[in-house]
């Protein structure tokens, strides 16, 4: 397989790269002491959107998966609300104990030609914990609403990897979902490539651990099919064909955008005689490199506003597991962005640079009686005529604390 240095991309939206807490923030101080943002959002007349988990999302599925009957909601989402992220792709039953399947997966070798899979990057390496995974959460009817804690990845942040979440529903199940991903040069963000190669990799690996305790079997269709999401066509033009063949779409250049193959089964893997969890630490940084011409993310004021965004941004994460197989993550992004107005066709500045800050942390445990995921995401920028804001917090499992916030402040809102 050839490099994929290749894989350069003119533009994609600013991701949802959370978002900031400079010093002159005028609506979240950083004191640890100091207002909540969005009650101080709300005291200056700023909308702000709030959720709560009682209520479940739109679109539950029920389904038989080994002995028992699964009703939930097929997806993953931000935002405890019915708009999908990823599909749901495996139904772990048995001693489904994320902790212990984490550990399965960790064990393995990045040997997996046995299994058909090249002996090249990203299929030759091993899983590792995530860096840079924004917080998800899906809804089963006899949880609620439930965090993916555990994120784990094969291949590094940059250029491809496959990502695999995993929701902790009760200790005879989890849900999970995976994709295989590919960085979008310039930025911190990535495009997911296929939903349908990550979950046959995710099973196979499950097979290598020597963990199943039946073959695994489909679900009857549960989510979007025969496609669900698309890769842009900007993006995928630019990819080079090994990739765009495992996506399984037509040849580039295409002149519209490629649907995300999805046969709309998720794969039921029945579980046991998986390793204890082996008490660690791990610590995790990576910083990426921002050099992008973008569509302006939130505040626009029509598809001409642009930016040019350049400065790094530092990810961070800390794993433990303790000798009870509790496992506890600690992660956060911070950058501090130059960014300048321009003309998306010409690249002709039409603004002075004006500086961004971005920020998020997520916190999260599982393995414990109070399961938890939490999750800030933060971004501000300091304009010629003033900040613009958004602000997003996900709470998750914390007892009788399901939540979502969020805020977008504009220079137009003239509250302030």
Same mark, same amino acid.
């Given at each position: 397989?050839?490099?994929?240095?290749?894989?350069?991309?003119?533009?994609?939206?600013?991701?949802?790269?959370?978002?900031?807490?400079?010093?002159?923030?005028?609506?979240?101080?950083?004191?640890?002491?100091?207002?909540?943002?969005?009650?101080?959002?709300?005291?200056?007349?700023?909308?702000?959107?709030?959720?709560?988990?009682?209520?479940?999302?739109?679109?539950?599925?029920?389904?038989?998966?080994?002995?028992?009957?699964?009703?939930?909601?097929?997806?993953?989402?931000?935002?405890?609300?019915?708009?999908?992220?990823?599909?749901?792709?495996?139904?772990?039953?048995?001693?489904?104990?994320?902790?212990?399947?984490?550990?399965?997966?960790?064990?393995?070798?990045?040997?997996?030609?046995?299994?058909?899979?090249?002996?090249?990057?990203?299929?030759?390496?091993?899983?590792?914990?995530?860096?840079?995974?924004?917080?998800?959460?899906?809804?089963?009817?006899?949880?609620?609403?439930?965090?993916?804690?555990?994120?784990?990845?094969?291949?590094?942040?940059?250029?491809?990897?496959?990502?695999?979440?995993?929701?902790?529903?009760?200790?005879?199940?989890?849900?999970?979902?995976?994709?295989?991903?590919?960085?979008?040069?310039?930025?911190?963000?990535?495009?997911?490539?296929?939903?349908?190669?990550?979950?046959?990799? @995710? /099973?196979?690996?499950?097979?290598?651990? %020597?963990?199943?305790? +039946?073959? #695994?079997? !489909?679900?009857? &269709?549960?989510?979007?099919?025969?496609?669900?999401?698309?890769?842009?066509?900007?993006?995928?033009?630019?990819?080079?064909?090994?990739?765009?063949?495992?996506?399984?779409?037509?040849?580039?250049?295409?002149?519209?955008?490629?649907?995300?193959?999805?046969?709309?089964?998720?794969?039921?893997?029945?579980?046991?005689?998986?390793?204890?969890?082996?008490?660690?630490?791990?610590?995790?940084?990576?910083?990426?490199?921002?050099?992008?011409?973008?569509?302006?993310?939130?505040?626009?004021?029509?598809?001409?506003?642009?930016?040019?965004?350049?400065?790094?941004?530092?990810?961070?994460?800390?794993?433990?597991?303790?000798?009870?197989?509790?496992?506890?993550?600690?992660?956060?992004?911070?950058?501090?962005?130059? @960014? /300048?107005?321009?003309?998306?066709?010409? %690249?002709?500045?039409? +603004?002075? #640079?004006? !500086?961004?800050? &971005?920020?998020?942390?997520?916190?999260?445990?599982?393995?414990?009686?109070?399961?938890?995921?939490?999750?800030?995401?933060?971004?501000?920028?300091?304009?010629?005529?003033?900040?613009?804001?958004?602000?997003?917090?996900?709470?998750?499992?914390?007892?009788?604390?399901?939540?979502?916030?969020?805020?977008?402040?504009?220079?137009?809102?003239?509250?302030?």
């Amino acid at each position: 397989m050839k490099s994929f240095d290749r894989v350069l991309v003119a533009v994609l939206t600013l991701f949802a790269l959370g978002l900031v807490g400079c010093t002159d923030d005028p609506v979240s101080p950083v004191a640890s002491d100091a207002p909540d943002p969005f009650d101080v959002a709300a005291e200056k007349g700023i909308p702000v959107v709030e959720r709560h988990g009682g209520a479940p999302p739109a679109g539950l599925v029920e389904f038989t998966a080994g002995q028992r009957t699964v009703e939930c909601w097929p997806y993953t989402g931000t935002a405890l609300d019915s708009e999908p992220s990823d599909p749901v792709s495996l139904v772990m039953l048995g001693e489904a104990d994320p902790v212990a399947i984490r550990e399965a997966l960790l064990s393995l070798d990045g040997d997996r030609t046995a299994y058909g899979f090249p002996a090249v990057y990203p299929f030759d390496q091993p899983w590792r914990d995530c860096i840079g995974g924004s917080a998800q959460a899906t809804w089963e009817a006899d949880v609620g609403w439930t965090g993916g804690t555990i994120q784990l990845t094969v291949g590094d942040f940059e250029p491809l990897r496959f990502h695999l979440r995993l929701f902790a529903v009760d200790d005879g199940l989890t849900l999970a979902a995976a994709h295989f991903e590919v960085l979008v040069t310039g930025t911190t963000d990535h495009q997911v490539l296929s939903w349908e190669l990550a979950e046959q990799f @995710v /099973v196979a690996d499950l097979m290598r651990a %020597g963990v199943l305790a +039946a073959p #695994p079997v !489909p679900t009857e &269709v549960i989510t979007a099919a025969p496609s669900f999401r698309i890769i842009p066509a900007m993006i995928y033009n630019m990819l080079p064909p090994e990739l765009t063949a495992l996506t399984g779409g037509p040849p580039a250049p295409v002149a519209t955008d490629v649907p995300l193959d999805n046969d709309g089964r998720a794969t039921v893997v029945t579980l046991a005689d998986l390793p204890a969890p082996t008490p660690c630490s791990v610590a995790l940084t990576h910083t990426a490199v921002f050099d992008q011409f973008v569509p302006r993310p939130y505040c626009s004021t029509g598809p001409a506003d642009w930016l040019q965004v350049t400065g790094d941004v530092v990810f961070e994460a800390a794993v433990d597991v303790d000798v009870n197989g509790s496992y506890r993550v600690r992660t956060g992004y911070e950058g501090h962005l130059t @960014v /300048v107005p321009v003309n998306p066709a010409t %690249g002709e500045v039409l +603004a002075e #640079p004006f !500086p961004a800050c &971005v920020k998020g942390r997520q916190s999260g445990r599982t393995g414990t009686r109070r399961d938890f995921l939490t999750a800030s995401d933060r971004m501000l920028t300091h304009e010629t005529d003033g900040a613009q804001i958004n602000t997003t917090r996900l709470t998750v499992r914390d007892p009788g604390r399901d939540r979502y916030r969020g805020f977008v402040r504009c220079i137009d809102a003239e509250v302030f």
